[in-house]
């Protein structure tokens, strides 16, 4: 069982800037892949950025250039650098941990961020 506690939500103007963590707990195996998602009202979540316990990280083209996803050093917590926001930004933001074998998925809570216009 891994555990996720998200933190760093929260009501930012268009253009300002948040921070999201998440920190994961519990049987942590040392590859893996920590990601963000987010989900908005009517619509299906949808891969935020993702980044693997090699460094490697993806990010959806609607957030390139605008978040960075990074990892600590003991690669248990990610966060979530959000940049230039927009008001289509606003979701609610969910972590997630995956290992590939065996196979293992798990979610935060979730954290809202609204952005206004």
């Known amino acids: 069982q891994v555990q996720l506690v998200e933190s760093g939500g929260g009501l930012v103007q268009a253009g300002g800037s948040l921070r999201l963590s998440c920190a994961a707990s519990?049987?942590?195996?040392?590859?893996?892949?920590m990601g963000w998602y987010r989900q908005a009202p009517g619509k299906q979540r949808e891969l935020v950025a993702d980044?693997?316990?090699?460094?490697?990280?993806n990010y959806a083209d609607s957030v390139k250039g605008r978040f960075t996803i990074s990892r600590d050093n003991a690669k248990t917590t990610v966060f979530l650098q959000m940049n230039s926001l927009k008001p289509e930004d606003t979701a609610v933001y969910y972590c997630?941990?995956?290992?590939?074998?065996?196979?293992?998925?798990?979610w935060g809570q979730g954290t809202q961020v609204t952005v206004s216009s």
């Open positions: 980044i693997t316990s090699g460094g490697s990280t």
């Open positions: 997630n941990w995956r290992h590939i074998n065996p196979p293992m998925n798990y």
């Open positions: 519990g049987r942590i195996f040392s590859i893996n892949t």
